[in-house]
């Protein structure tokens, strides 16, 4: 099964390549770094290679999402990490062992499978298919010139993004960003994601633009907020999350995000950024995005496609370009088919669980001993630290998050710190 394409670099971006990427206004020249439908006929053709355990019946429908490497030196184009599904857990059934997975979204399932592949770099960075190089004068790992991450899905993200504004005029968010024409049939121009309630007289499927929101579902409401949501808090924080920001010189960002379906580019931009324009944010680090948005031709349809006579599968897959284990089926965010007796260990856990993905971060560490030292300059056994004490190691990226939760995502919903306080050998 074909895995890579070439990608067709117009003439003129390379007149003003800066830093190893694409400067902005070049690419707005241009059809896109890599064509839109191309993304989607390689993330299509990843999907169909996987088996058939986990996929969506013909009475069902799901989410694809995919995140996608390119090599501007190679002009290569792969899938790195791929997610589907479109369940979430309730907030009963949150677990403190880090062993359930809360949200099986497949832009959440993709994301996972992106932070094992980050791992697996940092591990193999000598390896000439790592897109990390390490770098002496930090101490820490870099994204090599010339790679970039780019998010595809045939969806668009759940909250937010989904709403399309039935008001004209000064809705443009940037200039030069064209008005979809929506098709007559495109019907699904609201949310199901609900409003996080300032108080009880709230009407949570209320649609207004711009907030933050639980994922939609019936049953026990869920504590995890919505794609839309997340997508935005990566677009300012990084993909990579807290634990792997330790490794890294800076964060990683996609560089383009890819759909297919009937997505609304105006929506999409709205809930990514363009909510949060007007917010100042003061960080060295860590910067708002307004990465480029491509929409696919709308003859390129997922075969699997939410529609009125179907149901979402209760099934998701993820898979990762790594050695063990790259692909698992998920149900009710545990390991499809673990047995009763492995159910509540770590052997039973996803590889993309959170007590799997610590798992990673201490391996990881544990093979960097100037990295360790720097965390943990006075513990002889950082084996033992919990998970809640390695992701406040990361300070920077946790002061970032703080601010943002002050200015920017006010509503954002709060776990109990016990669901972090797990170590490893509490397994
Ligand atoms: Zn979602």
Known sequence: ?????????????????????????????????????????????????????????????????????CDSNSKNAKVISLGTGTKCIGSDQLCEKGLILNDSHAEVMARRGFLRYLYASIRNYLSDGSPLAYNEQTGKYSIKNGISFHFFSTHAPCGDATIVSKSTGDEEIEPGTKKMKLSPEFTDNF????LIAANENTDLMSQDEGAIRTKPGRGIRTLSVSCSDKLSRWNILGIQGALINIFLDKPVYFETLTFSGQVSEISVKRALYGRWRKVSFNSERYKLQMPRINICSPDLKFEFEQTTETDPSPASIVWADVQEKPLEVAVSGKRQGVTKSKRNTISGALRISKVWLFHEFVSTLSSQPSLQKSFYPNSDDFHKITYKEAKFCSEEYQSAWNLLKTDYFQNWTKKSEKLLDFKLEDR
């Open 1 to 69: 099964m074909p895995e890579r394409i070439r990608i067709n670099i117009n003439r003129s971006c390379l007149v003003n390549k800066r830093n190893g990427h694409y400067c902005r206004s070049c690419m707005m020249e241009t059809t896109s770094f890599v064509p839109a439908d191309q993304i989607f006929k390689l993330c299509i053709e990843k999907f169909n290679s996987l088996p058939r355990t986990g996929k969506p019946t013909t009475n069902e429908w799901t989410v694809l999402s995919c995140i996608i490497q």
């Open 191 to 194: 949310t199901g994601a609900k």
